[in-house]
């Protein structure tokens, strides 16, 4: 694949999504809080994934892109260099923290992915003083579209203006990253991270995440949109079982690599071949995990080239089969996501359809003809709150540019 290293430029960029009112809200509060102005403003996405689920940890292909929801931060000095404020204006808390003490125990909730940030800088010796921050999002939570990279993210690039550290856009993925693994705990890859610092208006990344290479996709269907139906459930198993899925995988690749006398790093260098012919060896469990990464990885290889192709047919059919293997071999759906995609696949609309992130809850991503939207919508918010008594959050997404520096208002 070949690496088009374009890194979203230092150069303040303008704002084209319906994020004035919550930049403006994020500079007021800002000044309510602190005083004066802030010095930096900066924004990162959240994102989707058209497909390539639980593959980036497996040095697998993801297709992710960035969308038109973001988080905001504003920044400024501290009059303490040793003391960081950090105000979350959707929840309106506050954390204060010394910044020789990281100590995860002292916060939690999103305080965690805050310490997390200024620690990942810290350990990759740059060098970070006291700041006061204010931060607001239009990343719905815990949905599936990765609020919590748009949360590291935008404060690394803030941070990284502010302090005018020489980091590449990569690294800054990278940095999000380890926040997430050592202060969260979730030993999350590099997908979500990734599209939101190097996401591109109107495109789709696919990302090589055993060499890092990546190639950028033009979304071919100017007739469809990308309709997120938050099902409004998070199943407590999310984090723990994530991990648990990771282990799964890993433990496949040792005993098949021993069956072998190989050494594999990992399950993408591992065929389906070998695994039918390995089977007897594994648990029901480890068999079937690394079932679907084999089969995930090689559907988004085919929906590369059927999104060259314009193959509408196809590129749905990839995504249902997608949703059906984490269904059924990765185990990570839920009833109320089943149900959704089911409904999806009853809409003469609906394209494709499954879940998105790391399942328990969250969301779906639907391929919609523009003119069915509202009526796919009005149907499946009513079956699903017949059926579970919840009322479903419909978002309408478009592929947007990865975290940049705002210019002020
Ligand atoms: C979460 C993780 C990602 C990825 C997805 C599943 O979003 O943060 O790294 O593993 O789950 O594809």
Redo the contacts with the bound molecule.
Sequence with gaps: MNQQNQSPSRNPIKMNMHTPSLLDRVVEEFKIQFNRTPLVLAQAPGRI?LI??????NEGL?LPGAIDRNTIFALGFSPDAQICEVHALDMGEMIRFDIGDLNKMQTEGWGLYILGVVAALQQADYEVRGFQAVFASSVPLGS?V?S??ALECSLLMACRELFDLDIEPFEIAKLGQWA?HHYPG?L?????QFSSVMGRKDQLVCLDCRDLSYQYIDFPLPDYRFVLLNSNVKHSLSSSE?NVRKRECQEAVQLISQAEGENFPSLREITMAQLEKHQRILSRKQYLRAHHVITENARVMQMMQELVRGNEEMIGSLMFASHYSLRDAYEVSCPELDFLVMQAENHPGVLGSRMM???FGGCTINLVEVDRIADFISQTTEAYLESYGIQLTPITVKLADGAGIISFP
């Design positions: 994934n390539g689920e639980h593959t980036d940890y993801v599936g990765s919590s990279a997430e979730v999350c890859g590099l997908m979500d994530y992130g790391g399942g």
